[in-house]
């Protein structure tokens, strides 16, 4: 019988709007070991789109819905709404509609249900209105807002979820924060949380960094890499 205790570190990253930069990335994370949690907009997918900014075109085409299986494979796909809406905007039952279909569409696309939610849009992106509404309206049972706890520590409120760490406007945290989760030694449950968008790795080319962070963080014996629903969710 095997009685190893599972690591009390863990890494997990979530990434957000199914783009097409998913597939290089998600080649990066299973060359060094590593999971993650993919957040969907369902009625978004197979779309072409492209983003401007810091002046140069971005693209944010969006995988196709029957490549969502194969393409997010080993790791975790999760809600990120139908249409990217802001859901403080928006009535009780648009909210729920927006989140729970979003939900129902891509547990079909990915064959197991999904219950994991990334709020969508930057800002204010959520209230304790919209939060309630998905804890008592929806099968989701975790939402990671963009606000950054720089801290590994449990939280409560699993459905106003704070991350470590936002890679792309704190690349000198994300690596200071990595350093700090290798040489830290605890008995008590510790997460590290990274999130962003695969797309924002070609604005400056700086998917080499990324890659070094990754090389800095794998292989360690004391660390669990998870996705979001592992490393949440306890069972």
Not at 92 to 112: H, T, W
Request: one cysteine or more.
């Amino acid at each position: 019988m095997n009685d190893t205790k599972k690591p009390n570190k863990i890494l997990t990253f979530s990434y957000d709007d199914g783009v097409l930069q998913d597939k290089r990335l998600i080649e990066l994370f299973d060359r060094y070991g590593m999971k993650a949690t993919f957040n969907l907009n369902s009625e978004l997918l197979g779309k072409p789109h492209s983003l401007t900014i810091d002046g140069k075109q971005i693209a944010h085409d969006k995988i196709e819905p029957g490549d969502v299986r194969s393409v997010y494979a080993g790791h975790e796909v999760a809600a990120h709404t139908l249409t990217h809406p802001r859901l403080p905007t928006l009535p009780d039952e648009e909210v729920i509609r927006q989140v729970e279909q979003d939900r129902k569409k891509l547990s079909e696309l990915c064959g197991y249900e999904v219950v994991g939610f990334a709020y969508p849009c930057g800002g204010e992106n959520y209230d304790g209105r919209v939060s309630s509404l998905i804890r008592e309206k929806t099968g989701i049972r975790y939402c990671r807002t963009i606000i950054s706890s720089h801290s590994f520590d449990p939280q409560e409120n699993l459905y106003e979820f704070k991350p470590s760490v936002y890679h792309n406007g704190e690349w000198d945290k994300l690596f200071s924060l990595g350093e700090e989760f290798l040489s830290l030694s605890t008995e008590e449950r510790k997460v590290f949380y990274v999130w962003g968008h695969s797309y924002e790795f070609d604005i400056h080319d700086t998917w080499g960094r990324f890659e070094e962070f990754l090389k800095m963080m794998s292989g360690k014996d004391d660390i669990l890499y998870a996705t979001n629903r592992e490393a949440l969710l306890v069972p």
